[in-house]
């Protein structure tokens, strides 16, 4: 929660998990003309003022102008917020949004939240594929640079194994690169011995990247 303290607000949208609700830093991004669209926190008490139409079949429930019920967070907080209502079919989940933009149909202000979600699940990617232990430098631009270029080795191997129509898992065949990385062979036939060697259970399925 702390970083949004150091963020420099720009106008524009930020879309964060509810642990980052926060009414006094939230209102922060009001006062900077710039919007956020959170998750609501459980048991958030909050006075409706006004609801609005929606249509139950993009998922929507309800789209609602609040106002904070409790007094220490209005003194934050002095103003009126958005809650939306939203179900998502797909995961079968519920979700209730708060936001200060009025402007949006409610649908897209989900459709915002969903889109952070697809950035997360590439974060998580990096981090079950890649394992990134160790970083030559810890600038901005270092991290950056080294997570890409682990990024491109994964693609191009990705690409090998379509060339060579291996049945190997992409896994497998990054254990296999990484431990025959100095041998002059033809891939095809480092993929050969390497099967001829080891049953596919043996190989560990997790490449590490040592910068």
Known sequence: MRILDEL?????????????????????????AAFFVTRSKAGLKLNRLQSRPVDPA???RSDQIVWLANVSSIRHYPDKLRRIHYVDAERNKSFVFLTNNFELPALT???????????????????????????????????KTQIWISVC?????????????????????LQILSVNAFEKEPLQQVLSDSASQNREGDICNQLVFSF
């Open 8 to 32: 420099v607000l720009e106008p524009g949208f930020y879309v964060m998990d509810r642990g980052y609700v926060d009414f006094r830093r939230l209102y922060c991004f009001v006062l900077a």
């Open 109 to 143: 202000i989900a459709l915002l939240y969903k889109s952070r979600w697809k950035v997360e699940l590439f974060f998580k990617w990096i981090k079950q594929h890649l394992r990134i232990k160790h970083f030559y430098g810890t600038s901005d631009n270092a991290v």
């Open 58 to 60: 993009t998922g929507v």
């Open 153 to 173: 080795v994964y693609v191009l191997v990705a690409i090998v194994k379509k060339q060579v129509q291996s049945d190997k898992s992409l896994y497998s065949i």
